[in-house]
């Protein structure tokens, strides 16, 4: 007799969750849906806003049907060969040493 009554009472306990569930789902649907209509009314005005200042502006909001055509690029010369390259005087390694580049110390003011 114990094991029923718990049984029922698991049972009905199970019942009143699922219909809770149900109940809490059908709520949040409906405040989904009415965010999503108070979105879509925002986007409307703003669409309706862009058009009205599209067309103030001259521009009217048409867009070209066809893109226009791109141009043709203008032909480049060829390339020409020209003959071997010719020597060139290279600098003498003996005439000019390298001097030592003096490094900085610290100075320490008191």
């Known amino acids: 007799m114990l ?3 718990a049984a029922v009472v698991l049972i009905l306990i199970a019942l009143m ?3 809770a569930m149900n109940q809490l789902s ?3 649907d409906s405040h989904v849906d009415d965010v999503n209509k108070e979105l879509d009314a925002n986007f409307d005005q703003i669409r309706k806003d862009v058009q009205t200042q599209l067309q103030q502006s001259g521009a009217g909001g048409t ?4 893109p226009t055509e791109t141009p043709t690029p203008f032909p480049t ?3 020409v060969p ?3 390259p010719t020597d ?6 003996t005439t000019e040493t390298p001097t030592e580049t003096p490094t900085p110390t610290a100075t320490i003011v008191p």
Do not use: K
């Open 3 to 5: 094991f029923g009554t």
């Open 17 to 19: 969750l699922l219909l």
């Open 26 to 28: 059908n709520e949040l």
């Open 63 to 66: 867009v070209p049907a066809v």
């Open 77 to 79: 010369p060829s390339p």
């Open 82 to 84: 020209t003959e071997a």
């Open 88 to 93: 060139t005087a290279t600098p003498d390694a």
